[in-house]
């Protein structure tokens, strides 16, 4: 297909193809015919049109339905240019017609998502191809508010040449080779200066759905219309409201997010609204009802009209950046234009450029202090956390060198993600009541610089719950509870090794870990806020760097579920569950049988210590040691503490019929 659109630009129009049979003709690579049938799919019509005309010569061209393209007298007649029958005849395939070269790549502009679809010139202005998915227009011409003509919508009823010679001698061309895009009709960007059939005045809308929102009775009687007024309130600013959270959220446009609204501020709104129509009105009586009373009368209202349960669960493979929405369903990214229907409120502050850089993020933060399999690891696990659901259920632990990294790199990270959508991890908090209410619109959770204890306070447990895709409970102050889904990426970083609280749950944590050790010495030039300065160098190129990761880890969550790890990687989490139950692990490979053996808890707990120290081991203390073996011996040895076992002539807490093993190799 390399050639295709220099082959589609060049008709070899004195030699008809060979349409004695229809599928050896359209196998025939060669073959414009079967190029465009390729490119479009095979549910498209194709008209045969005379060489240097725009249109069909026959009868009921607009009724020809795909079987025809099976049809060998039919596909004898393409001897010329060739016609796309659009809408509802071809799976929806439309095209947006516009007249001159200048508004051509004006539109472009509006539409960046729209770049990557076909895209086809005769002699001036050009053909954007789109698969519109949902409602659309029928054939409509478009004219710009001076009265010129600016193009045309094709749908149903119209066709659209794609290959051939064009009236004015020229060949039709493919500006951009590439299959159509699909995408709704109401995501299309249109120049303001444009007079657009269907849309509606808002204010005639509101007034056919709701009434006036201001009317005179008997005598000038003002009356207030308030389902009205907040209606007029939701369309003016795109409001919703999430019951669950008991939150409001407006759309702004600069930056493509819902953003939260306190309720104050909607009511503060109302009010400044009510004044404006006292000014339209010139009537005064109009101030006189902004009571707190009308306002939060008119918020319950609105609470109705716009409330939208579970608005922001859905989470698509899209990255939301600073200048625009990053598609991510293909192998190459797609940037498009914000809408309020991607219910987005997570971004990066970073700017998407395709063709941005990050060496020194790579080599000097990254390739000093890890493995490539490590920091191809980091790179999938933040293109996760860029996308914004922790889809594989992880959570990260990086440990090991002080000074080696790891917190520049989860600061840059957090800055990547945006520091918005980040909170802090506090396991010795997580019981509390309204500590999970601080996760609330958050994507990614950090616990930077931990005690060796963190994942061993009570509240630990609900980690696995937080990235585990469970529902939780949330408690809001004031009393109000809602749940919330336990989907958060998580990262946390610790000098030294983090042991874990198992409480028997060894295969829950052993599924859900993925450490990452910086083994490595420390650079030894320290560099004052390294991570600020890499931000600011090279914000695009890491950003860049994730969304590559997020690309790859998209493919093996197709392929397996999970992230692909390396043996090496999981062992360390094997080590972490080991050094987590180190007295459980001393007493099955140091403790053993014997018949007529003893032991003192002391001369265990002394052996337990150097088993750990060989291992380079965080050890338990003594208390807790002495607190656990009861119970492990128990089970493993089938022994009970004894009380009076003899050593120097006095009785020592102990046990009988076990012995310490000589330690393997």
């Not at 080599?363 to 999938?380: F, K």
Request: hydrophobic residues 35%; proline residues 5%.
């Amino acid at each position: 297909m390399g050639n295709t659109a220099e082959a589609l630009a060049q008709p070899q129009l004195n030699t008809p193809p060979n349409r004695d049979s229809a599928i050896p003709a359209l196998d025939r690579e060669e073959d414009p015919f079967c190029r465009i049938r390729h490119l479009l799919g095979h549910d498209v019509v194709l008209l045969p049109i005379a060489a240097g005309e725009k249109a069909p010569r026959f009868d009921g061209w607009n009724e020809v339905t795909v079987d025809r393209m099976e049809d060998p007298e039919y596909l004898a007649q393409f001897t010329g240019n060739i016609g796309v029958l659009l809408g509802e005849k071809s799976g929806h395939l439309c095209t947006v017609d516009v007249d001159s070269d200048d508004n051509f790549t004006a539109f472009l502009e509006l539409n960046p998502q729209l770049r990557g679809t076909l895209q086809t010139k005769g002699a001036r202005g050009g053909n954007i191809w789109i698969r519109v998915k949902g409602e659309y227009q029928p054939l409509t011409k478009i004219k710009c508010s001076d009265g010129s003509d600016w193009g045309e919508f094709r749908s149903t009823g119209g066709q659209t040449i794609i290959y051939g010679v064009h009236p004015t001698g020229v060949a039709y061309r493919m500006l951009v080779e590439a299959p159509p895009i699909e995408i709704t009709f109401d995501s299309i960007v249109w120049p303001e200066n444009l007079v657009l059939s269907w849309a509606k005045d808002d204010y005639d809308a509101l007034v056919e759905e709701e009434g006036e929102p201001f009317h005179y009775g008997e005598k000038k009687r003002l009356h207030l219309n308030e389902p009205s007024i907040a209606a007029k309130f939701a369309r003016e600013r795109l409001t919703l409201y999430e019951p669950d959270e008991g939150s409001f959220y407006q759309y702004d446009k600069a930056s493509g997010l819902w953003l939260i609204r306190k309720e104050e501020v909607i009511k503060n709104q109302f009010c400044r609204d009510l004044k404006s129509a006292s000014d339209d009105l010139s009537d005064r009586r109009v101030q006189a009802i902004r009571t707190n009373g009308r306002v939060t009368s008119l918020t319950a209202l609105l609470k109705g009209q716009v409330g939208r349960k579970d608005a922001f669960a859905e989470k698509r493979p899209f990255i939301h950046c600073k200048n625009g929405v990053l598609h991510l369903e293909s192998d190459t990214p797609e940037l498009r234009t914000f809408s309020p229907d991607y219910y987005s409120r997570n971004t990066s502050p970073i700017a998407y450029d395709p063709d941005a850089i990050c060496p020194r993020f790579l080599n000097e933060l990254l390739g000093q202090a890890l493995s490539e399999d490590d920091i191809s690891l980091i790179q999938r696990i933040g293109g996760a956390m860029l996308m914004g659901k922790n889809s594989a259920q992880k959570l990260l632990l990086l440990t090991g060198t002080a000074g080696g990294g790891k917190s520049t790199l989860v600061t840059i990270i957090e800055r990547i993600v945006g520091l918005e959508n980040v909170a802090e991890l506090r396991t010795d908090h997580l019981g509390e009541r309204f500590e999970m209410h601080a996760f609330v619109g958050k994507t990614l959770l950090t616990g930077k610089d931990v005690t060796a204890d963190f994942l061993q306070q009570k509240g630990a447990s609900k980690i696995k719950s937080l990235v585990g895709g469970d529902l939780l409970q949330c408690e809001k102050k004031g009393g109000a509870h809602f749940p919330i889904r336990g989907e958060y990426n998580m990262v946390i970083t610790c000098n030294s090794n983090l042991r874990v609280r198992l409480e028997g749950d060894n295969e829950a944590w052993e599924r859900r870990i993925i450490a990452i050790n910086y083994e490595r010495p420390k650079p030894k030039q320290r560099v004052v806020d390294f991570a600020e300065k890499l931000i600011a160098e090279e914000g695009p190129g890491i950003l860049n760097f994730f969304v590559e990761g997020a690309l790859q880890h998209l493919d093996e969550l197709k392929m397996r579920g999970d992230y692909h790890l390396s043996n090496d990687q999981r062992a360390r989490v094997t080590a972490i569950l080991r050094e987590s139950d180190s007295i459980r692990q001393f007493v099955e490979d140091r403790v053993g049988a014997s018949v007529n053996g003893d032991v003192t808890s002391g001369e265990l707990c002394g052996t337990y210590f150097a088993y750990c120290e060989r291992r380079g081991w965080h050890a338990y203390p003594v208390n807790e040691v002495n607190k656990k073996l009861p119970d492990l011996m128990l089970e493993i040895h089938h022994v009970n503490p004894s009380h009076d076992i003899k050593r120097e002539g006095k009785d020592k807490r102990g046990y009988r019929k076990v012995e310490i093993l000589e330690e393997k190799y």
